[in-house]
């Protein structure tokens, strides 16, 4: 199984900053089949980025991601007020599925 | 637009059985693989369960679950079941159904999660 661990824990940020929050893996994530979801209370969770890069439809650009093999990042550009949220990575390329621990996005 | 809705959830003592539902609308439900994924109070997402888009030829289970949980789906009512049975505490918390948008032919690695619904909570306790 591969385990993810995110980090940070929680991110303390002001709407306009720029957030990173990386996602490491146990073992390589091969053909970098990682994706990231946003959660909000009481919403459905939202896809931003699947195959460690491509950004899902409807998303937008400020949102991005990069890396391979054990190492990825989500980058949010600039943050508005909506961004705050708890964000999960996931990995696909081997099964079971498995996610990360997930980073609290907090408004500072 | 797309739209998935959970049902059936509840309290219920350790040993018991529930059954959720999942409605799906807004897409073609029998051309999707479907997933069950869960989350504990406070805690973070586990995948729980796949079914193929078929008639769910294909079905496979997380290790917490398996023996004791079967997806099933009804594509003529777009919709997504997960049988729970000998339920036990740990398997407390909000139960999502969501959509498989890899479209791998086999889902015995299935892919990720492009649509997900607002889950039903499910409380084990005696």
């Known amino acids: 199984e591969i385990v993810l661990t995110q980090s940070p824990g929680t991110l303390a940020l002001s709407p306009g900053e720029r957030a990173t929050l990386s996602c490491r893996a146990s073992?390589?994530?091969?053909?970098?089949?990682l994706a990231w979801y946003q959660q909000k209370p009481g919403q459905a969770s939202r896809l931003l980025i699947y195959?460690?890069?491509t950004r899902a439809t409807g998303i937008p650009d400020r949102f991005s991601g990069s890396g391979s093999g054990t190492d990825f990042t989500l980058t949010i550009g600039r943050l508005e007020p909506e961004d705050f949220a708890v964000y999960y990575c996931?990995?696909?390329?081997?099964?079971?599925?498995?996610f990360g621990q997930g980073t609290r996005l907090e408004i500072k | 637009q797309v739209q998935l809705v959970e049902s059936g959830g509840g309290a219920v003592q350790p040993g018991r059985s529930l059954r959720l539902s999942c409605i799906a609308s807004?897409?073609?439900?029998?051309?999707?693989?479907m997933h069950w994924v869960r989350q504990a109070p406070g805690k973070g997402l586990e995948w729980v369960a796949v079914?193929?888009?078929?008639?769910?030829?294909?079905?496979y289970y997380g290790d917490s679950v398996r023996g004791r949980f079967t997806i099933s789906r009804d594509n003529s009512e777009n919709s997504l079941f997960l049988q729970m049975n000998s339920l036990r505490i740990e398997d407390t918390g909000v139960y999502y159904c969501?959509?498989?948008?890899?479209?791998?032919?086999?889902?015995?690695?299935?892919?990720?999660?492009?649509?997900w619904g607002r889950g039903t909570l499910v409380t084990v306790s005696s």
């Open positions: 969501a959509r498989d948008d890899f479209g791998r032919s086999s889902v015995a690695v299935p892919g990720y999660f492009g649509c």
């Open positions: 807004g897409f073609t439900f029998s051309s999707a693989a």
């Open positions: 079914i193929s888009y078929d008639d769910g030829s294909q079905k």
């Open positions: 073992q390589g994530v091969s053909s970098n089949y």
């Open positions: 195959g460690a890069s």
């Open positions: 996931q990995q696909y390329a081997n099964s079971p599925l498995t």
